[in-house]
């Protein structure tokens, strides 16, 4: 499996979520915990989480959220299941996406 993982670098076991609601007690990383475990279980999943980080600096727009898994199979598993989230009452404006380097958005972008 370290082949598998090697090809996507450090990221392959990543996802970052973005549009969670940043709740006040922004230094609490117990709270991001449990809304990242309630999100998943939205999805039916329990993934093993390795850590969990808000990215960037601290603004009135909720911050996304990087959420580095154990295995690869864990990332795909949960992105394969994003479309469940629309139309959720508590998680319809959160969106996921694999962890991409700056040459990856950029591609992307041009698409």
Not at 15 to 34: A, V, Y
Not at 61 to 75: F, Y
Request: aromatic share 4%; with cysteine; net charge positive.
């Amino acid at each position: 499996s370290s082949g598998i993982n090697a090809e996507y670098g450090d990221r392959g076991c990543n996802i970052i979520i973005h549009g969670l609601e940043e709740l006040k007690d922004n230094g609490n990383s117990d709270e991001l915990e449990t809304q990242i475990k309630a999100l998943f279980s939205e999805l039916d999943e329990a993934p093993k989480v390795k850590s969990v980080e808000r990215l960037g600096k601290i603004s009135s727009s909720a911050r996304p959220v990087k959420v580095v898994l154990r295995s690869r199979n864990a990332q795909i598993s949960i992105l394969s299941k994003k479309p469940l989230l629309k139309g959720n009452d508590k998680f319809g404006k959160v969106f996921l996406t694999p962890d991409r380097t700056v040459e990856e958005r950029r591609e992307r972008k041009q698409l």
